[in-house]
């Protein structure tokens, strides 16, 4: 079952450009995660944000949650070639620790 | 350094033939994750394990098995691959209610 749908499915973008990745979910969450993977790769953890916060930042990374819109935004400033990447949000549901991927958004940074 | 291991990384098998995969960690985290990733595809998780107890997913095939003998291993047994099972398998564990520590994940070829 998807609990996380990303937009767009695909994003190319000029390399120092800022780049969007959004995230929709159903139900209640105990928080919110984005995840980084290269091709043919393991997933890396990039930044958690907890169903009371709003924003968090880590480096050129910035997350928004509206859990009233049950969505978040991933934002990556001033890209660069290695940040071509698939990028998945993933939410813990429920009492028994059940994380959910989303189906990623494919980001291409154009040199 | 602490970690998640996962054997082997490639896994060729014939259908029908039953197959193990196993994944440990240092991490001592009580959460334990298996997913199936095809190709450009979101990570669907199979099954997880608070400690000892199991959560298996609606939508797991009877086909898939899991079993966690310590808090360090975990193993998926396929025990009738099919030709729709050949994914990448990624193994995870977590703290509970915060981020996930995947490994590089098994490649399952059926033949």
């Known amino acids: 079952s998807q609990q996380g749908e990303e937009d767009p499915q695909a994003l190319s973008i000029q390399e120092g450009e800022n780049a969007t990745m959004n995230c929709s979910y159903k139900t209640s969450i105990n928080n919110l995660q984005w995840y980084r993977q290269n091709s043919g790769r393991g997933l890396v953890h990039l930044i958690l944000?907890?169903?009371?916060?709003r924003e968090k930042h880590s480096g050129r990374l910035r997350v928004t949650l509206d859990t009233s819109k049950k969505s978040s935004s991933l934002l990556i400033t001033a890209s660069r070639a290695a940040d071509t990447a698939s990028y998945f949000c993933?939410?813990?549901?429920?009492?028994?620790?059940?994380?959910?991927f989303g189906k990623g958004t494919r980001l291409h940074i154009l040199p | 350094d602490a970690m998640v291991i996962q054997n082997p990384r490639y896994q060729v098998t014939q259908f029908g033939k039953p197959v193990t995969l196993s994944c440990s960690q240092t991490l001592n985290h009580n959460v334990m994750y298996w997913y199936q990733q095809k190709s450009s595809q979101a990570p669907k998780l199979l099954f997880h394990y608070y400690d000892k107890d199991f959560n298996n997913e609606a939508d797991t095939p009877d086909n898939f098995q899991s079993r966690r003998p310590n808090t360090s291993f975990c193993f998926l047994d396929i025990r009738s691959p099919g030709l729709g099972d050949a994914a990448m398998y990624l193994c995870?564990?977590?703290?509970?209610?915060?981020?996930?520590?995947f490994g590089p994940g098994t490649r399952l070829t059926v033949l």
């Open positions: 944000i907890r169903s009371n916060e």
């Open positions: 993933a939410t813990d549901v429920g009492r028994d620790d059940k994380i959910i």
């Open positions: 995870a564990t977590s703290p509970a209610r915060d981020e996930q520590f």
